[in-house]
């Protein structure tokens, strides 16, 4: 039933609010209801289109493409999700966060326009976006899929070029319980002829074997294109372009490379349409800025912001907080979705964290304090009954036993503390208090757990 109390001009707010109810449930896969409102809509999508799929890398991914077309003079039109604080951050026009008359405008015409269709939450927003695209005649629109890839809303679009940025088990229930299900599902963004760049270092084999089946022009990393470096710079090789001399990208992470090389091969690909200049990539390599992504804010103890909520993201925070030194004690604040694999995050991690500091998250999915410390001590209970060598993001085959990687000692699972809390926000200030300047403080786990401290902390992304 159509919401006829609601106009172009009602508040973001209650556009939300309406949306979260609007639909029977928050995650309903499927082409069908968000095809048809598109036809209804006579959408039109004139503008060159670059859809970005994968487990882990997409937000950087689409940043880093973001800020090199910028650099190369195109109007962008960026999509992803989820965000961070505002909704506002979904949605981006050229380098800035889409107003709450835009979004709203576009909500009015859509639900005028969907008669008996019920769209999902994110439907509504890849809608909203792809109509303010056409309506701000963006020259390149950037859109981040939500899950998986055959089945997401944004799917709906014919891209350009695709990118898989990296294949890893998670939304078991929607996307299937191994690598192969998994790279299939997402495969499906690629399409007949056109460019689908894969950056997974080893694909399964169901990537390959979908792009084969439809005919479509794979990009495979480490044969198709690569990268090389040295500590001061690095270089792209691609199937017929080389940019060298680059230096290394502002965004930070051990997997920053391969996500600036896949956003660099992509670009290779669409050369007929896109002229990107060697001052284009590096000026866009040195302003992508994405918050939440391994965010070290200045000052005292140091705090690191990364939105790291599956094993592989955790093995990835995993090195790269071995590569930062800290001469003191290392404290976490973490979040996490019931949906997520919470324990194998846990895995990865606890050998580096001298104390925990667990927050209940908020919804039907939010994992309560309680839940997250039980399944902490049962990570931990098992690490001492195996010798106090678990598996981390790198091999332990070369490592003397009770001996830390790089970053320093290696905790004791028994002298690990667990402290529970409500919410991220007293966490974050639980750990602050109990910090000495030395120390550094991790909030990780979830967007809803990183969130709420940018916004205490006034790192607002608008």
């Known amino acids: 039933m159509l919401n006829h109390s609601l106009t172009a001009t009602s508040s973001l ?54 800020a090199i077309l910028r650099a190369a003079g195109y109007k962008t039109g960026l999509y992803t999700s989820p965000h961070l604080v505002h909704y506002n951050e979904r949605i981006q026009l050229n380098g800035e966060l889409a107003t709450d008359a835009q979004i709203t405008q576009q909500f009015f015409r859509i639900e005028q326009a969907r008669g008996d269709v019920s769209l999902s939450y994110f439907e509504f927003a890849t809608l909203a976006a792809l109509l303010m695209f056409e309506q701000e005649k963006v020259d390149v629109a950037i859109l981040e899929v939500g899950l998986g890839g055959r089945l997401d809303a944004v799917n709906m679009v014919d891209a350009d070029c695709a990118i898989l940025t990296s294949v890893d088990i998670d939304h078991i229930a929607y996307l299937g319980d191994s690598r192969d299900a998994v790279g299939w599902e997402k495969a499906h963004v690629f399409r007949p002829g056109r460019p689908a760049i894969c950056a ?30 040295d500590s001061q710079q690095w270089a792209y090789g691609g199937r017929e372009q080389r940019r060298a001399g680059l230096a290394y990208p502002s965004l930070r992470g051990v997997n920053q490379l391969l996500n600036a090389s896949a956003a660099l091969a992509a670009l290779e690909a669409l050369r007929l349409k896109l002229v990107i200049s060697a001052q284009a990539v590096r000026s866009g390599l040195n302003r992508a800025s994405i918050p939440g992504r391994l965010q070290i804010l200045p000052g005292e103890p140091a705090v690191i912001l990364d939105v790291a909520h599956n094993p592989h993201a ?96 290696r905790v004791n699972y028994f002298e690990t503390t667990v402290i529970e809390c409500e919410n991220p926000v007293q966490a974050y200030e639980q750990a602050l208090t109990d910090a000495q300047p030395n120390d550094r403080i991790l909030v990780f786990g979830s967007f809803a757990t990183v969130g709420p401290v940018l916004k205490h902390l006034g790192r607002d992304p608008r």
Request: charged share 20%; glycine share 10%.
């Open 200 to 229: 997974d270092p080893m694909p399964p084999e169901s990537v390959a074997r979908y792009a084969n089946e439809i005919g479509a022009d794979l990009w495979l990393f480490g044969k198709d294109f690569n990268y090389s470096g």
């Open 13 to 66: 707010e209650q556009w939300l609010t309406y949306l979260e109810t609007l639909h029977p449930t928050e995650i309903d896969l499927g082409l069908d209801r968000i095809k048809q409102v598109a036809k209804n809509l006579a959408l039109q999508t004139p503008f060159v289109t670059i859809t970005v799929a994968g487990t882990n890398g997409k937000g950087s991914t689409c940043t880093i493409l973001d």
């Open 314 to 409: 955790a093995g990835a925070l995993a090195q790269n907080l071995d590569q930062m030194p800290c001469t003191g004690r290392t404290f976490a604040v973490l979040g996490m979705l019931n949906d997520k694999d919470a324990a194998g995050v846990l895995r990865l991690l606890i050998d580096r964290i001298d104390s925990w500091y667990v927050a209940g998250l908020p919804g039907p999915r939010g994992l309560s304090s309680r839940e997250l410390a039980a399944l902490l001590n049962g990570v931990k209970k098992m690490g001492a009954v195996q010798g106090n060598t678990l598996p981390s993001a790198e091999s332990d085959a070369d490592r003397k036993p009770g001996v830390r990687p790089a970053a320093g000692k």
